[in-house]
């Protein structure tokens, strides 16, 4: 059964930096796209960024609102996937899910995570 | 490419038959998702590559398109439907999703 489970939320202040952690199972994580999808209270779906898989060199790409203050990692031996957030504003409230996409490369998010809340406030 | 949903929101009753539709702002091909979402929960993939039911969906689901229209249909409305229903391009990263359709009793 592919699980997918989120940690390191919480509450931040404006400007602070936080990390989450998304561990997966239940599948050869080295062979899959891995993607980080938010949802702000109430909103819609937000695309943030995925990061390619060992074939494709781990290769990243960002959505173009946070790409300069967000970095994707992955730690295949660990069957981790990161989100490195820096520079938070109000605006970065959500809950953040870990996805698994459907087959290799296609874009298309088949397994989410149960997610996790990040809230930036002072 | 955005993507734009309509009805924001849609009431219907069991039973019924129900259509929501999404547009891209270029042509995507096939290139196009569905997910379902209740509340307090994670989306749920239904349909990909715009017609093809996800395993375990009930085929009371379909979807139709290609280009830049496409056409969710949820036949025979059952109480488990409502929901809000997300599209999503996979044409090609940044990764775009509508704004969502609520879909109420």
């Known amino acids: 059964e592919v699980q997918l489970v989120e940690s390191g939320g919480g509450l931040v202040q404006p400007g602070g930096s936080l990390r989450l952690t998304c561990v997966a199972s239940?599948?050869?994580?080295?062979?899959?796209?891995m993607d980080w999808v938010r949802q702000a209270p109430g909103k819609g779906l937000e695309w943030l960024g995925l990061?390619?898989?060992?074939?494709?060199?781990?290769?990243?790409e960002y959505a173009a609102s946070v790409k300069d203050r967000f970095t994707i990692s992955r730690d295949d031996s660990k069957a981790s996937l990161y989100l490195q957030m820096n520079n938070l504003k109000a605006e970065d409230t959500a809950i953040y899910y870990c996805?698994?996409?459907?087959?290799?490369?296609?874009?298309?998010?088949?397994?989410w995570g149960q997610g996790i809340l990040v809230t930036v406030s002072s | 490419i955005q993507m734009t949903q309509s009805p924001s929101s849609l009431s219907a009753s069991v039973g019924d038959r129900v259509n929501i539709t999404c547009r891209a702002s270029?042509?995507?091909?096939?290139?196009l998702n569905w997910y379902q979402q209740k509340p307090g929960k994670a989306p749920k993939l239904l349909i990909y590559?715009?017609?093809n039911l996800q395993g375990g969906v009930p085929s009371r689901f379909s979807g139709r398109g290609s280009g830049t229209g496409f056409t969710l249909t949820i036949s025979d409305l059952q109480p488990e439907d409502f929901a809000t229903y997300f599209c999503?391009?996979?044409?090609?990263?940044?990764?775009?999703f509508g704004q969502g359709t609520k879909l109420e009793i």
């Open positions: 999503q391009q996979s044409f090609g990263p940044p990764l775009t």
């Open positions: 239940g599948f050869t994580f080295s062979n899959h796209y």
């Open positions: 996805v698994r996409q459907k087959g290799f490369g296609d874009l298309i998010f088949e397994y």
């Open positions: 990061s390619r898989n060992k074939a494709s060199n781990y290769v990243t």
């Open positions: 590559t715009t017609s």
């Open positions: 270029q042509t995507i091909t096939r290139h």
